[in-house]
């Protein structure tokens, strides 16, 4: 047998038995499921549509990406007060509100390294003015006495100066990144006798009572940091009490804490997170006597932070004064 195809047609031609003679059957014409116009016209049709869908898909979020775009050109020129639109609730949408909340976020750390830094100006320039005053009287005078006293003021400023960097590069360090952490079981008990020994030793005329846990109570912590959290509430409530504070520790709920109160005038309950501001004081204790920078409750509750810890002031239920707990 032999066949043959054209496009539309079958022919089949069969050598048959009579001499000389062939059968031939067809052409028969083939039926023509797809004719090649038809087929490219479906196409050109089906990807018209597609391209239709695809636009009416993409279009929205086109918009919403140029919003974005917008907000991002703006950050990058340094405006950082922009907030796009958050549209709906896809993909976008949530990009868009992720991208707010950075901004707002990286304008709050801006604004807070600003006021850092004014604040430590200001702090660095009062114990230099003060230098500079006693040495142009220290110029002026030839009495020996007054010579000593503008020295030993003097002296003082510059104390107070060295003791304001340490403060100040703690708290950044603190402030930056994480700092190296020690951690390692701290027998709270030992930690808590020590500091009522150091704290005993500054000899002022308060009473300091421990509440101290049992001897195996430990908790992980880096000692050196802890024990400064410890130290710089005591000597805060020392400055405040009237007669008498309370240094405790142990667990609660499988949690460590430490908690110092005082029976002083305690924290009204508004300026509570204030104190935590670095540089930020209460009452006006810039002076000579009080001492303090206003650094010492920002550095505790940064420990706090890096500890997983938290750090919180209240009232003290026995003494009345403020209560601080990490
Ligand atoms: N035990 C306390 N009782 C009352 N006020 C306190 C107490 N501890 C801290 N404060 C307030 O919080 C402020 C910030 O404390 P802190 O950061 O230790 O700074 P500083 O001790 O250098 O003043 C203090 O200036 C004070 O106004
Ligand atoms: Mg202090």
């Given amino acids: 047998p032999n066949s043959s195809t054209s496009s539309s047609a079958i022919k089949i031609v069969v050598p048959s038995e009579i001499n000389d003679m062939a059968v031939l059957i067809g052409p028969v014409p083939l039926f023509n499921w797809f004719p090649l116009n038809l087929i490219i016209s479906m196409i050109l049709i089906s990807m018209f549509l597609i391209s239709l869908g695809v636009y009416a898909l993409i279009f929205p979020l086109e918009r919403k990406l140029q919003l974005i775009q917008v907000g991002v050109n703006e950050v990058s020129k340094g405006n950082l007060d922009i907030q796009v639109q958050v549209i709906g609730q896809d ?39 003060r ?32 003791g304001l960097i340490d403060e100040i590069l703690t708290y950044a360090k ?64 020392l400055r405040y009490a009237e007669t008498t504070i309370i240094i405790s520790a142990g667990v609660k709920k499988g949690n460590a804490f430490v908690s110092v109160e005082d029976d002083g005038h305690g924290i009204p309950e508004a300026d509570r997170e204030k104190v935590f501001i670095p540089f930020s004081r209460l009452d006006d204790s810039r002076t000579r006597a009080s001492g303090g920078y206003g650094l010492g409750l920002s550095i505790v509750s940064r420990i706090a932070f890096w500890f997983n810890g938290s750090m919180k002031v209240d009232e003290s239920r026995d003494l009345g004064g403020a209560r601080f707990v990490m």
């Fill in 91 to 129: 993909e976008i949408a949530r990009l868009s509100a992720t991208f707010n909340a950075m901004t707002s976020h990286i304008k709050r750390l801006i604004e807070s390294q600003r006021e850092l830094t004014r604040a430590v100006s200001h702090e660095l320039r009062t114990p230099v003015a």
């Fill in 174 to 237: 603190l402030e930056e990144g994480s700092p190296k952490l020690d951690l390692e079981p701290v027998n709270l008990r030992e930690l808590l006798q020590q500091i009522e020994r150091e704290t005993n030793a500054l000899g002022k005329p308060i009473k300091i009572v421990t509440n101290l846990p049992n001897a195996k109570v430990t908790a992980i912590a880096d000692r050196r940091y802890l024990h400064r959290v410890i130290q710089n509430l005591a000597g805060n409530a």
């Fill in 131 to 162: 230098i500079r005053f006693a040495v142009d009287m220290l110029a002026d005078t030839d009495d020996e006495d007054s010579r000593f006293m503008q020295r030993d003021y003097i002296d003082e400023d510059i104390e107070s100066l060295n």
